[in-house]
């Protein structure tokens, strides 16, 4: 019951998007078709909006199908506790697991719960950018290490690699009510896991190195990757 009602709510929520929303899709490395049945990681760079949920309009059938059964996410534990938001967010993605954001018993709990058919999704920077361009503490916006430990976990598939062009034109942090009829931009990306793993491998000789090579990997994602956006 859980899977059909995952299913239908990220149905509406495609359909919603596509009537409410124009989107803009460039293929970086241009897959001809892309293999949507081998996806197993979804990296989601630039992490904007709790809006973000509309990204789902650039999904097929198939792959939302596969998500209401086998998705398996980290969700930042204050926002799951959210009344509205939290109830929703588990609504679409009941394989949500909450976290503190720290490498505790609760990351722990997240990385058992991935197996052989699990579709992980992650945002790997770990929380969300403002409109000033940093996180709600100053900070500036950086990848976090928890994504080598789920690459390490995976042997097999592809990633998708989704690079927002930013939602903050939408609904931003702390804005209630999203804007409509805007155009969102996003560039995709798919790789094989095991040839993305190697690359990053060949120059390391600890876990640690890796962890690092990931990390740098992907924050020259963010700055290289991303859609382009006027000023």
């Known amino acids: 019951m859980a899977r059909l009602f995952s299913y239908l709510t990220l149905t509406l929520v495609k359909a919603l998007s596509g009537l409410l929303y124009r989107f803009e899709v460039n293929w970086i490395n241009q897959p001809s078709p892309p293999n949507w049945k081998d996806i197993k990681l979804i990296v989601f760079l630039n992490h904007t909006s709790l809006f973000e949920p509309i990204f789902v309009r650039v999904a097929p059938q198939s792959l939302i199908w596969r998500l209401s059964k086998n998705l398996v996410a980290p969700g930042a534990d204050i926002t799951l506790k959210r009344p509205i938001v939290g109830r929703f967010f588990r609504w679409i993605a009941p394989g949500l697991v909450a976290i503190s954001r720290k490498r505790d018993k609760s990351w722990k709990k997240f990385m ?64 209630r009510l999203p804007k409509i009829f805007k155009r969102v931009k996003v560039n995709l990306e798919l790789m094989n896991i095991e040839k993305y793993k190697d690359s990053l491998k060949k120059y390391a000789s600890t876990d640690k190195e890796f962890r690092r090579n990931v990390v740098a990997d992907l924050n020259l994602k963010l700055t290289s990757c991303l859609p382009k956006t006027k000023g």
């Open 112 to 175: 058992h719960s991935i197996t052989s058919e699990s579709i992980v999704t992650i945002l790997p920077e770990g929380r969300m950018m403002r409109k000033n361009g940093l996180d709600k503490h100053g900070k500036p916006m950086s990848v976090r290490g928890g994504i080598a430990d789920i690459l390490d976990r995976l042997q097999k598939g592809s990633a998708l690699f989704v690079y927002s062009g930013g939602l903050h034109h939408i609904q931003s942090p702390g804005q």
